[in-house]
């Protein structure tokens, strides 16, 4: 079933609700892990695919491209992570690692 526009900004919404009272995180497995619990207070349907799945994407920094339906998900060898609104092309979310370590791009990463 698909979503209309308003339900899938809701629950965007609600996963960015989710998103900021989550502790930071200190690798990726485990930002991924925090993805999939806010994706699954979203919507039943959203999910988080997993860091070894084919469209996953390596940098030389250690950072990954995981693909999402309209975000790109975008995490750090730090834990620290940002989520890209594909359409609008700007981050819908970024957090810092556990270690205070900033959100980076990596570099060579496009949309």
């Given at each position: ?12 919404e ?20 925090a ?5 699954a ?5 959203w ?7 084919e ?15 309209a975000?790109?998900l ?8 940002g ?13 810092p ?6 959100f ?8």
């Amino acid at each position: 079933m698909s979503l209309s526009e308003t339900e899938v900004a809701a629950a965007l919404e609600r996963m960015l609700g989710k998103l900021k009272t989550l502790p930071a995180c200190s690798s990726k497995e485990d930002v991924v892990q925090a993805l999939r619990e806010a994706a699954a207070s979203a919507h039943p349907d959203w999910t988080v695919p997993s860091l070894a799945h084919e469209m996953t994407k390596s940098y030389d920094d250690g950072s990954v491209r995981v693909v999402l339906n309209a975000h790109l998900l975008l995490i750090n060898p730090s834990g620290a992570y940002g989520i890209i609104d594909v359409r609008k092309e700007k981050i819908f979310h970024e957090c810092p690692s556990a270690s205070g370590d900033p959100f980076k791009i990596p570099e060579g990463f496009r949309i």
